[in-house]
């Protein structure tokens, strides 16, 4: 059972606008969610996070949304940059339970010129 | 060198084979994690090493055998594996284990392909 789901495997945006990439989790436990973005032939690197006693934050270009209710998170980007081409992953952390993240399947995300 | 460094970057092997994969990091992190990621699939924990001992063991075969001698270096033993088996495996490593945000530092993985 997928705990943490990326339902959109892809996403095209053209450069200059939003990007909203889509995360939902099951886990009521989770308590600490974050985003990575993987380059082929790279490992995934940190990108931002959120606390759940938070709803936004926000670095730069990039926005993170946490609707606890509905258990989804949304990352947002903008503008959008070709060099934002690449897969994001989601992922999500248990209270209590240490730190072990717990991953999505990533949106393979396209900024076309 | 700074980072997680893994090697080999690609590694081919028959079912027979015995290899090992080595992730080393020199962040000064207490904690360190196998992954897996096999197409179309999230990523995997495999293990979880915490200052040295193992905390985590995910259901993993035994065909797979972590070893942490040190708080700088990871390995993966692997043996008698299966075509299922391929996959690209990621080294990770984190401040430490007890806090769940801390976020993880990876390494740009091994590419595995069992023949």
């Known amino acids: 059972d997928q705990q943490v789901k990326q339902n959109s495997p892809s996403l095209s945006v053209q450069e200059g606008r939003i990007s909203i990439l889509n995360c939902d989790y099951t886990?009521?436990?989770?308590?600490?969610f974050l985003w990575y973005k993987k380059y082929p032939a790279e490992g995934p690197t940190f990108l931002i996070s959120?606390?759940?006693?938070?709803d936004k934050n926000e670095d730069g270009r990039f926005t993170v949304f946490l609707n606890k209710s509905a258990k989804h998170l949304s990352l947002h980007i903008v503008p959008s940059q070709p060099g934002d081409s690449a897969v994001y992953f989601c992922a999500a952390s248990a209270l209590g339970g240490g730190n072990k993240l717990t991953f999505g399947t990533g949106t393979q995300l396209k900024v076309e010129l | 060198e700074t980072g997680v460094t893994q090697t080999p970057r690609h590694l081919v092997m028959g079912m027979t084979n015995k290899k090992s994969l080595k992730c080393e990091q020199h962040l000064g992190h207490n904690a360190m994690y196998w992954y897996k990621q096999s197409a179309k699939k999230p990523l995997e924990l495999m293990f979880v090493?915490?200052?040295?001992?193992?905390?985590e063991n995910n259901s993993v075969p035994s065909r797979f055998s972590p070893e942490c001698p040190n708080s700088s270096h990871l390995f993966l033993h692997l043996h008698t594996l299966q075509p299922e088996d391929s996959a690209l495996y990621l080294c990770a490593s984190s401040r430490a284990y007890d806090k769940a945000n801390y976020g993880y530092t990876f390494g740009s993985g091994t590419r595995l392909t069992v023949v």
């Open positions: 886990n009521s436990m989770f308590d600490y």
């Open positions: 090493y915490s200052l040295e001992e193992r905390v």
């Open positions: 959120i606390s759940s006693i938070k």
